[in-house]
């Protein structure tokens, strides 16, 4: 809960009350006497009505009247997929090999000769009160990113937050659960920071950070790759972050053992030893299969056609049973699953190479000239886009639905205007200071 948030809501609003509240709020979180809680609510009054209206031109921010809720941000569907091409925008061209307007995994730079990939994942907000699998599995997803890029992963680094009540047992477990992964890939943890979320300002006990990961390759494997006449594979997938949430809050808590592995690691390594020509490669993560398909779509310029049959059957079948009975719509969620596109005289070696290390592939779909992605369910065609949100996985999420709640012409209209505001803010600062 933050605390200078709240204090300034209530004095925007007049509100009368707003230390007795604060007193309140504080102490139902912490034990500490009423007269403590009041010099804390007078402290937080003080900073929020000095930082209410700070002068300034780089304090400047226009609202744009649409929240990250409505817009579906974080998301994983269309909102959240369109506010990517916007920071896109935002941070404007560079000089990089892959940057933020590939919209892929990761970002790759050269130096000394080699292609250098960089990432960064944020763990699983859901699973905040289970650090041990918060950290195992936003290390494993960190460390798909690299390797969707045809990279080798050399180093870990991890970011930690954790809410000024939170006991100091949680940083331990969320460290052991990215060491865990570190160990059994063997690409070494290396450096991290340690906080508290809002230091004194928030309360509670809410744990989040992330964990980045460094790749080194000569060769890309960029979904901006994928050409007409490929053929598109896929691995099989169990699931991370999202089944486990979904298995958690459904209070199916045997089906989060099937997540534990490290089998779409291993297929990356079988890969890489094996050095096949491989045109892209992708994940499949938050959004699941659709949004995958909709930001390679986009990417590369192609039309994506895929098999539902073949990609239910790669799914664990524990984890497809508890998505079916729920409802939750497999093509839309994270399966932890490597997507490969690759030219047709590679298939019969890169499957090879996979099964070889254990883990189970098939030949999924194709890409052709054209734009768009499509589903081919027993030889029909249907369009293949992802939903305002991704699939509703958790019982919140389904009361929230997946759809839009707000006009989408009108949010995007925002959206782009404070797009161009964050621009131009840009521009006017380093020219001021680049000119002093």
């Known amino acids: ?58 304090f400047s921010l226009k609202s744009a009247g649409v929240s990250m809720g409505d817009f579906g941000v974080g998301s994983r569907g269309s909102g959240d997929f369109y506010t990517h091409t916007k920071i896109a925008e935002v941070i404007g061209r560079t000089e990089a090999v892959v940057d933020s307007r590939q919209l892929d995994d990761s970002g790759v730079v050269q130096a000394g000769g080699k292609y250098i990939t960089v990432t960064v994942d944020g763990m699983h907000s859901r699973l905040s009160d289970y650090p ?40 331990f477990d ?3 659960g990215i060491a865990t992964v570190s160990e059994l890939i063997g690409v070494p943890l ?33 979904r901006k790759s994928a050409r007409p006449g490929d053929v598109i594979l896929m691995t099989e997938g169990a699931g991370g972050g999202t089944v486990c949430s979904a298995a958690l809050y459904y209070d199916q808590h045997e089906v989060v053992d099937e997540t534990l592995n490290i089998k779409f690691l291993e297929a990356s390594e079988a890969l890489l030893k094996a050095d096949l020509r491989i045109h892209a490669m992708t994940d499949v993560t938050n959004g699941g299969i659709r949004g995958d398909a909709k930001e390679i779509s986009y990417t590369a310029g192609v039309k994506l056609t895929f098999q539902e049959e073949s990609m239910r ?33 590679e298939v019969e070696a890169i499957s090879s190479a996979i099964r070889a ?25 249907r369009d293949f886009s992802p939903r305002f949100r991704e699939a509703a996985y958790t019982p919140i999420k389904k009361a929230i639905g997946q759809e ?18 964050a621009v131009e803010k840009k521009r006017r600062f380093v020219e001021r200071i680049r000119h002093g």
């Not at 989040?208 to 790749?215: I, K, L, M, Q, S």
């Not at 839009?404 to 797009?419: S, Y």
């Open 174 to 176: 969320h460290i052991a």
């Open 190 to 222: 290396i450096t991290g920071s340690t906080l508290r979320i809002g230091g004194d300002m928030v309360i509670g006990d809410r744990l989040t950070g992330c964990v980045g990961a460094v790749g080194v390759s000569e060769s890309l494997t960029a």
């Open 132 to 171: 041990f699998l918060a950290g195992f599995h936003v290390t494993r997803a960190a460390l798909r990113d690299v390797y969707v890029m045809g990279a080798r992963p050399v180093a870990l680094l991890s970011d930690v937050h954790l809410a000024d009540d939170g006991d100091v047992s949680k940083l």
């Open 357 to 381: 290390a254990g883990v189970e592939i098939e030949v999924i779909g194709r890409v052709e000239e054209g734009e768009g992605a499509y589903l081919d369910i027993d030889g029909q065609l």
């Open 1 to 58: 809960m933050d605390l200078e948030g709240f204090a300034k809501r209530g004095l925007r609003r007049d509100d009368p009350e707003i230390e007795s509240k604060l007193i309140d709020l504080i102490r139902e979180v912490k034990e500490i006497p009423i007269d403590r809680a009041a010099i804390l609510a007078e402290a937080i009054l003080a900073e929020a009505r000095a930082t209410l209206n700070p002068r300034g031109e780089v």
């Open 404 to 421: 839009a709640a707000r006009d989408v012409k009108e949010m995007k209209r925002r959206v782009d205007e404070a797009a161009r505001e």
């Open 313 to 345: 059957r790669l799914v664990n079948p524990r984890v497809l049973e508890m998505l079916d009975r729920l409802e939750i719509d497999y093509l839309g969620v994270s399966i932890d699953a490597l997507l490969i596109i690759a030219p047709p005289e």
